[in-house]
């Protein structure tokens, strides 16, 4: 009797195909993965100075805006100062030419003077503009010099890593702090390149975090990266993760993408 069921199941799907096929769905796709943050930033020095305050430790919430390390400003307040004492008397040598001018105009008109001079006091004016503009652009500068003596957080966000202390000398380019954004949280994984093409924007995914007890929660898929790496012939994929109590970025967690 079970041989001819078996046999009849044999010809059913020798008959019909499609019925197998049907039946037979292949498995969702799997991945391993890390927590990250919604944005991370290395703060870093613009100009060299010595560190006067630096107003953080590792582990701060800090808001857009605040001043985080405070570089001494003396140097660069004079500069400023200089640079603006310089476009006053280029402002006031300008309006000097201009006057200048306007009379040597008049006496153009008059036919008392030649047509050199008025050119000449034209070409003092312009001269004048140039000089003037050049003194307003170095007032700008130094303005935006001293700006940089403090730096400021580009976003709401906690303070992950320090590297700088008061006291310290800074250079251009050098690391200071490094700035997470925790408000939104995302799982990154890698998914092969067989199973990308059921990976959809907007697409469900089971996320579960090992280090929560194998907590279970429900994420959205946010970005894939259209270039798959040619050594591992991975795609990178990032699903936006809900808020959870405990939940840190660099925590290890396994994916399940809805079909």
């Given amino acids: 009797m079970n041989r001819n069921i078996a046999l009849s199941v044999v010809l059913l799907l020798l008959c019909y195909p ?18 990250v943050p919604d944005r991370s930033v290395t703060l870093a020095a613009k100009i ?17 805006g605040d001043v985080l390390v405070d570089i001494a400003d003396a140097e660069l307040r004079a500069n400023l100062a200089a640079a603006q004492a310089r476009l006053r008397m280029e402002e006031i040598n300008r309006a000097h030419q201009e006057k200048l001018a306007a009379r040597v105009r008049n006496l153009r008109q008059q036919g008392s003077v030649s047509q050199e001079k008025l050119d000449d006091a034209n070409f003092k004016v312009d001269a004048a503009e140039q000089t003037a503009a050049g003194a307003k652009a170095e007032v700008a500068r130094a303005r935006a010099m001293l700006d940089e003596s403090k730096i400021r957080a580009p976003f709401a966000g906690v303070i992950i890593r320090k590297k700088v202390e008061s006291g310290d000398v800074t250079a251009p380019g050098e690391p200071l702090l490094v700035l997470e954004d925790h408000a939104t949280l995302k799982f990154r994984t890698s998914v092969k390149e067989r ?19 194998d907590l279970t929660l429900s994420a959205t898929v946010s970005k894939i990266i259209p270039s798959g790496d040619p050594s591992t012939h991975e795609f990178v994929v990032e699903a936006t993760l809900p808020r959870q109590d405990k939940l840190y970025p660099g925590m290890f967690g396994k994916a399940e993408f809805t079909p």
């Fill in 195 to 213: 199973d990308i093409s059921r990976i959809e924007k907007g697409q469900e995914v089971t996320v579960t975090i090992d280090a929560l007890d």
């Fill in 48 to 64: 060299v100075g010595r560190v006067a305050v630096v107003n953080v430790e590792e582990g701060d919430r800090v808001d857009a």
């Fill in 18 to 35: 499609g019925v197998a096929r049907a039946q037979v769905a292949p498995p969702a796709p799997t991945s391993t993965g890390v927590v």
